[in-house]
């Protein structure tokens, strides 16, 4: 792979997109290309036909961006030098800064002969670039886990212990779950049961767990439960489908209205986990009292 300036390359293809002829004096003579070299990608777009290469061409040559050239077949020293000219032993870091990979790396072109030490240098830098901070977090978890333990786990095992499952044990957290003025057979309930189940999706999942906890993943098992989930039941005046749910994330609980019916609880539900993203509410029932609306589906059966 190459880089060119805008502007005319100065080459000849075929129909395969081989190179058959260079223009004297040209960019593409400049950068070291040859006869009987196949164009395959340009900007990393492949190239699977001849206009595909004619409307890359005419695109980044009109351009005011360098662009990247990438050939197939084995390139000779002398392209291989001439392509990296410009390139030192230095990279930029992910802070951003330049960093020389050897003892004045800045005055050391990279070349055919010193290519694979090259290599060796940005794979070493890269692997050592976050030592500190690793460092840093393998002493927080000696503080909780002794070293001995953690070489136990393969880091996939430890994710899991450390942050809990991506998908929501559903059973798990029903079971670890106590009811305050209703219960698990009312109605309402089974309601909210059957939402956690089959209408909401693994994100929305961990939005609700974040509006009523404050964390979006469970524990791995009941015994990492500090507390239970606590559903309570939520005292309103009139219509109870005009109320909106209240997380209390402190107590990992929620007030929950008696809702009439699946369709208006799912949308209560979905409407406080997705704009409600405070730590416990502010206000009390009263003053988040919604307008019953008059849509045909909040009064539906589902």
């Given at each position: 792979?190459?880089?060119?300036n805008p502007?005319?390359v100065?080459?000849g293809?075929?129909?395969?997109?081989?190179?058959?002829?260079?223009?004297?004096?040209?960019?593409?003579?400049?950068?070291?290309?040859k006869?009987?070299m196949?164009i395959t990608?340009?900007?990393?777009?492949?190239?699977?036909?001849r206009?595909?290469?004619?409307?890359?061409l005419?695109?980044?040559?009109?351009?005011?961006?360098?662009?990247?050239m990438?050939?197939?077949?084995?390139v000779?020293?002398s392209?291989?030098?001439?392509?990296?000219?410009?390139?030192?032993?230095?990279?930029?870091?992910?802070?951003?800064?330049?960093?020389?990979?050897?003892?004045?790396?800045?005055d050391?072109?990279?070349?055919?002969?010193?290519?694979?030490?090259?290599?060796?240098?940005?794979?070493?830098?890269?692997?050592?670039?976050?030592k500190e901070?690793?460092a840093?977090?393998r002493?927080?978890?000696?503080c909780v886990v002794?070293?001995p333990?953690?070489?136990?786990?393969?880091?996939?095992e430890?994710e899991?212990?450390?942050c809990?499952?991506?998908?929501?044990?559903?059973?798990l957290?029903?079971k670890m779950?106590r009811y305050?003025g209703?219960?698990?057979?009312d109605?309402?309930i089974q309601?909210f049961?059957?939402i956690?189940?089959?209408?909401?999706?693994?994100?929305?999942?961990?939005?609700?767990?974040?509006?009523?906890?404050?964390?979006?993943?469970l524990?791995?098992?009941?015994?990492?439960?500090?507390?239970?989930?606590?559903?309570?039941?939520l005292?309103?005046?009139?219509?109870?489908?005009?109320?909106?749910?209240i997380?209390h994330?402190?107590?990992?609980?929620?007030?929950m209205?008696?809702?009439?019916?699946?369709?208006i609880?799912?949308k209560r539900?979905l409407?406080?986990?997705?704009?409600?993203?405070?730590?416990?509410?502010?206000?009390?029932?009263?003053d988040?009292?919604?307008?019953a609306?008059?849509?045909?589906?909040?009064?539906?059966?589902?």
């Amino acid at each position: 792979t190459i880089q060119l300036n805008p502007g005319p390359v100065g080459i000849g293809f075929n129909a395969n997109n081989v190179i058959i002829g260079v223009k004297p004096d040209s960019q593409g003579e400049a950068k070291g290309i040859k006869p009987g070299m196949k164009i395959t990608e340009i900007n990393g777009n492949v190239l699977k036909s001849r206009e595909d290469l004619q409307k890359e061409l005419k695109a980044n040559s009109s351009g005011i961006l360098p662009y990247t050239m990438t050939f197939a077949g084995k390139v000779t020293p002398s392209q291989f030098n001439m392509a990296f000219s410009q390139t030192q032993f230095v990279i930029v870091g992910s802070d951003q800064k330049e960093m020389e990979l050897v003892p004045k790396g800045r005055d050391v072109t990279l070349t055919w002969e010193n290519r694979k030490e090259f290599c060796e240098k940005i794979v070493d830098y890269r692997k050592s670039e976050f030592k500190e901070q690793c460092a840093a977090i393998r002493r927080g978890l000696a503080c909780v886990v002794p070293y001995p333990l953690l070489s136990i786990f393969a880091w996939e095992e430890l994710e899991i212990q450390v942050c809990g499952r991506s998908t929501m044990n559903v059973d798990l957290l029903q079971k670890m779950t106590r009811y305050q003025g209703c219960s698990s057979h009312d109605r309402h309930i089974q309601f909210f049961w059957q939402i956690m189940r089959e209408r909401f999706d693994e994100m929305e999942k961990a939005k609700f767990l974040k509006f009523v906890w404050g964390r979006a993943r469970l524990p791995v098992r009941a015994s990492d439960f500090q507390t239970h989930f606590t559903i309570k039941n939520l005292h309103t005046q009139g219509n109870p489908d005009a109320y909106m749910p209240i997380g209390h994330t402190c107590f990992f609980s929620v007030d929950m209205p008696r809702y009439t019916n699946l369709a208006i609880m799912h949308k209560r539900l979905l409407y406080a986990i997705t704009h409600c993203e405070a730590i416990d509410a502010d206000h009390g029932a009263a003053d988040i009292q919604v307008a019953a609306l008059e849509d045909s589906d909040d009064s539906d059966e589902d």
